[in-house]
């Protein structure tokens, strides 16, 4: 089953072209982790896969509906984790995880439940009737993937999860992560290649808005005749390079 | 119910700032004391209490709209937003969410004006209800002026622009502190071109059981209130369909 086909999706800021006909099939549970150097259009992409950005060529369709005709219907599926922490920082944790499933038309009573519910798989009881805004990076971003799943989505973007946090924290997340795997699908974009090499299923490199390979990462290994998925990326995103 | 969720949450992010509880009540009540205090010594006709607590209630509300702006903006400029704008939320979620927990607290600010009031010597009279009901439309055009604010500018702007400029201006312009007559010329004329000087006469109107009086200068805060609240959702919801919210 097709989670996410994207055709021929452009976006065109004035004279520059942020994604170029970006051409995508994502199935059902897939881990898929996009990759770049700055300004390679991931996170336009993001943008517009997540009805943030309206395209200006080309469609998307998001579990058979439209980024541009269906939007409000993509939303009830997907959720997001922002590259920065994004948290109500006066609500406590409890509360910031009962207002994202209040806004995705959960009841009082089922809000209570979920957010139990997500505390508890997420290891979130203690610091749970903290102020989101005191607690540490980590924390933050661990919430902050707690709210993005707390709405159940079929779809989950996580832009740079763990861009800014310490190893430990970033091996913990990676955990969380892992254990969604193959449940939902997962959009993920990172800098940190080591991140990408171990959890995804497949992986897809942009630059400079176009898309140049997609593969495994043994398979961008292969196809660029190198040991090390580094030396691959590399060799995929320099500017100018062929796609693959 | 997705609106009762997110004004229940911007109720929440506002509440819990102390620093807005200071403002929003501590500081028109500690005018209230002042000036009825320097009215107990000099005797000056504006500051008698009856006078006095309309346009207190009034330059108090000018809070609501920095309340309101930094909220808005602080949510527009962090990824929060980012998360909410990819949430199923409506234009009308959002712009209720951010509207409806500010009618309650800007109606109670003017309620604790008043109760002050009482024991700095206002008489008990139905006109006080009156009065704060007169002052809601005036509540709403705060509102609209954060809503605004928040959707056009960060928050930095908006700390200049409601927390400096527009409480100043709404203090200036409504005759609150000196008579407009006194100064007149152009200043009155820019000042009755104004909703705020309108909106402290209605308010003493009411409270003075001079009920003829209320209107026209209530039609002028109604009129402002409704144009300034229609531009505001406009541009938020302009800004929310924008690549650049």
């Known amino acids: ?244 | 119910m997705k609106t009762l969720t997110f004004a229940s949450r911007n109720s929440k992010e506002i509440l819990r700032d102390r620093l807005n509880l200071a403002f929003g009540i501590g500081f028109p009540v500690v005018l209230l004391l002042l000036l009825t205090a320097i009215q107990s010594n000099i005797p000056v006709k504006l500051f008698v209490i009856d006078q006095l607590a309309p346009g207190i209630a009034v330059f108090g509300l000018s809070f609501i709209s920095l309340f309101s702006g930094m909220l808005i903006s602080k949510d527009r400029t962090s990824s929060f937003m980012f998360r909410l704008f990819t949430s199923p939320l409506t234009s009308s979620n959002f712009i209720f969410g951010y509207t409806l927990p500010l009618l309650p607290m800007a109606i109670l600010q003017i309620a604790v004006c008043f109760i002050v009031a009482l024991f700095l010597g206002l008489t008990v009279s139905i006109n006080i209800l009156l009065s704060i009901i007169v002052l809601i439309p005036a509540a709403v055009l705060f509102i609209a002026i954060g809503l605004l604010c928040g959707s056009l500018f960060n928050d930095k702007q908006v700390s200049g622009i409601c927390g400096a400029l527009l409480t100043n201006v709404s203090a200036w312009l409504s005759g609150t502190w000196f008579d407009l007559d006194l100064v007149g010329g152009t200043f009155k004329s820019v000042a009755y071109a104004l909703p705020f000087a309108h909106a402290v006469r209605s308010g003493r109107a009411a409270i003075s059981g001079n009920y003829s009086s209320i209107f026209p200068d209530l039609w002028w805060v109604i009129g402002y209130a409704s144009i300034i609240m229609i531009i505001a959702i406009l541009v938020f919801t302009r800004k929310m369909n924008s690549d650049n919210a």
Not at chain 1, 71 to 97: C, D, F, G, W
Not at chain 1, 119 to 126: C, M, N, V
Not at chain 1, 131 to 158: C, Y
Not at chain 1, 173 to 199: D, M, P, Q, R, V
């Open chain 1, 1 to 244: 089953m097709i989670a996410i086909k994207t055709t021929n999706l452009t976006k065109k800021y004035k004279k520059k072209i942020a994604v170029d006909s970006l051409n995508l099939t994502i199935d059902q549970g897939e881990l898929f982790a996009l990759l770049g150097v700055n300004g390679a259009g991931k996170s336009t992409t993001i943008k517009m896969l997540s009805c943030l950005v309206k395209p200006t060529y080309g469609d998307a369709m998001i579990l058979g509906n439209s980024i541009i005709s269906d939007s409000i219907k993509v939303k009830e599926h997907i959720n997001v984790s922002p590259q920065e922490t994004a948290i109500a920082p006066n609500l406590t944790v409890r509360e910031n995880l009962e207002f994202i499933a209040g806004i995705y038309g959960s009841d009082r009573k089922e809000a209570r439940q979920k957010a139990k519910d997500s505390i508890s798989s997420f290891g979130l009881s203690k610091i749970a009737e903290d102020k989101s805004k005191t607690l540490s990076g980590g924390w933050q971003r661990r919430l902050s993937i707690a709210m993005a799943l707390i709405s159940e989505p079929k779809i989950l973007f996580l832009d740079e999860p763990t861009l800014g946090l310490d190893v430990i924290a970033r091996r913990e997340l990676w955990s969380i992560i892992e254990k969604l795997k193959g449940k939902i699908t997962i959009i993920l974009t990172t800098h940190y290649l080591e991140e990408a090499e171990s959890l995804s299923d497949r992986i897809g490199i942009m630059a400079s808005g176009s898309l140049k390979a997609i593969g495994t990462a043994d398979e961008l290994m292969k196809r660029t005749n190198t040991a090390k998925f580094e030396d691959a990326f590399i060799a995929l995103a320099k500017e100018g390079g062929k796609q693959i």
